[in-house]
């Protein structure tokens, strides 16, 4: 096993959103590790890294709460002392506080029981898991006080403390399709390319795609398409970043014409390429580039 490349201890007061932290991380490329009994833990982070193995892996955070087995506070924070000393990995401790009062208001109205007090107040399990995990409030250097957040709140927290560029990007995909065979069901942002100059018209130019030259030369002659397909450019540019911000995992952009061969298809082609350049990793999907040819679709006197 590859050592990671960060290791981040997740603990805290129960119901203070460790799971929220933890999925949220997960959610952002890390390696998740829950409720692991502490020989274990101590096994895991003293592992050395496989022979011939020098790439650096994904981050690694790792769940720890009172009703972890053999939980012993004290004893973590010597483990995880000794490993820093070493010199051999970069952990970090998060801690997620939160006031009683609110504790005790989501264990009543989840009607979840306590872990520490499951045939007791809710309350009672509170207070004593509370002196348990002390030691480590106090030793631990990161420090998240939930007691005034949602879940969106504390996974925008942990989204923009924890983001590493190159891991979690959302999937983005750019489509072409044709209106005439039905919305994409899955997009996110759709562009009607049905304004732009037809090449169906052409008979020399019908029988291609928009991944052909002359197609493409076609359908950027239109004096509308620069502004337009440059304003979409900007547009994505634009809002990528604020979806992937916001923890969005997929993000399906689909232009459509009338077919899904010609005009959708060139511009899609273009579009990933942009997006490429401002380095996003789209995937080009043209959903009906191998459909037949249905005339019956073009024949309108507008031409659309």
Same mark, same amino acid.
């Given at each position: ?14 119901? /203070? ?15 998740? #590790? ?31 709460? /009172? ?25 970090? #401790? ?53 007691s005034y957040y949602t879940s969106a709140d504390l996974a925008q927290a942990i989204r923009r403390r924890f983001f590493h560029p190159g891991l979690g990007e959302p999937a983005i995909t750019v489509m072409s399709f044709g209106f ?19 090449? !169906? ?60 061969? !010609?005009?959708? #298809? ?19 999907? !043209? ?14 006197p507008d031409g659309q």
């Open positions: 096993m590859t050592p990671p490349s960060q290791i981040l201890l997740v603990t805290g007061m129960s119901g /203070a959103g460790k799971s929220t932290a933890l999925n949220t991380l997960e959610d952002l490329g890390w390696e998740i #590790v829950d409720n692991l009994p502490l020989f274990l833990l101590d096994r895991l982070l003293s592992a050395e890294a496989a022979l011939g193995r020098d790439e650096t892996s994904r981050p690694l955070a790792i769940g720890i709460g /009172a009703n972890t087995r053999d939980f012993d506070a004290e004893a973590i924070v010597r483990l995880v002392d000794r490993l820093r000393s070493a010199g051999r990995h970069d952990i970090s #401790v998060l801690f997620l506080d939160c006031a009683s009062d609110e504790l005790a208001r989501r264990y009543d109205e989840t009607r979840r029981r306590h872990p520490l007090a499951a045939d007791r107040p809710a309350r009672e399990g509170i207070e004593r898991e509370r002196a348990l995990v002390d030691p480590l409030r106090r030793w631990a250097a990161g420090l998240i006080d939930t005439s065979r039905g919305l994409p069901r899955d997009a996110d942002l759709v562009f009607d390319m049905r304004f732009l100059r037809n090449p !169906h018209w052409d008979p020399a130019l019908r029988p291609g795609t928009g991944i052909d030259a002359p197609v493409a030369d076609y359908v950027a002659q239109d004096p509308a398409y620069e502004p337009a397909v440059s304003r979409i450019e900007d547009l994505l540019l634009l809002l990528l970043p604020r979806y992937r911000a916001e923890g969005k995992s997929y993000i399906n952009i689909a232009f459509g014409c009338t077919g899904g061969r !010609h005009r959708s #298809v060139h511009v899609a082609e273009r579009v990933a390429a942009r997006l490429r350049s401002a380095a996003f990793s789209p995937t080009v999907v !043209h959903r009906d580039l191998a459909a037949l040819q249905q005339g019956t679709f073009e024949d309108r």
